[in-house]
C-alpha cells in the first residue's frame, strides 16, 4: 500500500546502506510512493517502541509480530492534528494527493471505521525476481481511534506479485513542532519473503514516500499554500 513534509526534520531510524532499489510497493497497507522514491536500505526495522515503551498498538492490536518483512519510520510535521488525521482517512481522497494511487473505491459507506473496507491500485516497478505489474489491494480497517490511531490490513495481488497479508499501523501524537507521525508495516507470503533484503527495501520507500506526500499535502494546507 504511499505517502507524506515540514520545517522539522523527520525522526529517521539508523540503518547500514545497501546499493538496493526495488520496487516501491507499500501495501494496503502502504503502497504509495513507488514513483520515484529512492529504496532505503534493505534491512528489517525492529519492532517500534511506543511512547510508553512498549510496541506501537491501536486500541491493543498493531503489526504482525512473526513478519519476517517489516518497515517503520516517524516524521513530525507542521500541521494542526486534525488536518492531517483527516487526509489520512479520507481514503478517497488519496489520488489527489499521492500519485501511486491509481484508483479507489470506498466499498462501504459513511465515515471509516472498524470494519470499513477500500480497493485501491498501484503500480510495481519491476525488480529482478518479479515483473512490472499493478497491485490491486483490498484493505479492511481493524482498529480506528479518531484523532489517535488507524490499524488496516489486507493482500495485495497483481500479476506475477502476491502479499499475502499486509498489516499498517499509523499513530498519531501532538508535540513540539507539530505532531509527530508514526507508521509501521509488516508483510507475509511466500513470494515476498523469498526475498527478504528486496521486500523490506521496497517496503521502505513506499512508507518513506508516503510521509513524505503527508507532510507535503498537511504543511501546505495548514499554511494556506
Known amino acids: ?17 545497501t546499493g538496493v532499489r526495488a520496487a516501491a510497493l507499500t501495501l494496503s497497507l502502504a503502497v504509495a510512493g513507488l514513483l520515484g522514491a529512492p529504496a532505503p536500505p534493505a534491512q528489517a526495522a525492529p519492532a517500534a517502541q511506543g511512547h510508553h ?3 506501537s498498538q491501536c486500541r491493543g492490536q498493531g503489526v504482525d509480530p512473526t513478519a ?6 516517524d516524521v513530525v510535521i507542521d500541521a494542526p492534528l486534525s488536518t492531517i488525521f483527516k487526509l489520512q482517512t ?19 459507506p459513511g465515515p471509516l471505521r472498524k470494519g470499513s473496507q477500500f480497493r485501491w491500485t498501484t503500480p510495481a516497478p519491476a525488480t529482478p525476481s518479479t515483473p512490472a505489474t499493478t497491485l ?7 482498529q480506528l481511534q479518531r484523532g489517535h490511531c488507524i490499524l488496516w490490513r489486507g493482500p495485495a495481488i497483481g500479476e506475477g506479485l502476491r502479499i499475502e497479508e499486509g498489516v499498517h499501523l499509523w499513530t498519531f501524537t501532538k508535540v513540539k513542532g507539530g505532531v509527530r507521525v508514526h507508521t509501521e508495516e509488516t508483510w507475509t507470503g511466500a513470494q515476498v519473503e523469498s526475498d527478504v533484503p528486496t521486500a523490506t527495501a521496497a517496503l521502505g520507500a513506499g512508507l518513506e514516500a508516503w510521509l513524505r506526500d503527508l507532510k507535503t499535502t498537511a504543511e501546505a494546507r495548514a499554511h494556506g499554500q
Do not use: C, F, H
Not at 3 to 14: E, F, K, L, V
Not at 90 to 108: G, I, S
Open 90 to 108: 479520507d481514503v478517497e481522497r488519496w489520488p489527489a494527493w499521492q500519485p501511486p494511487v491509481l484508483t479507489m473505491k470506498r466499498l462501504d
Open 136 to 142: 490491486d489491494i483490498t484493505s479492511t480497517v481493524r
Open 68 to 73: 519476517r518483512i517489516r518497515y517503520q519510520s
Open 1 to 17: 500500500m504511499s505517502s507524506n513534509g515540514p520545517s522539522t526534520s523527520p525522526a529517521r531510524q539508523s540503518r547500514p546502506r
Open 53 to 55: 515503551g512498549g510496541a
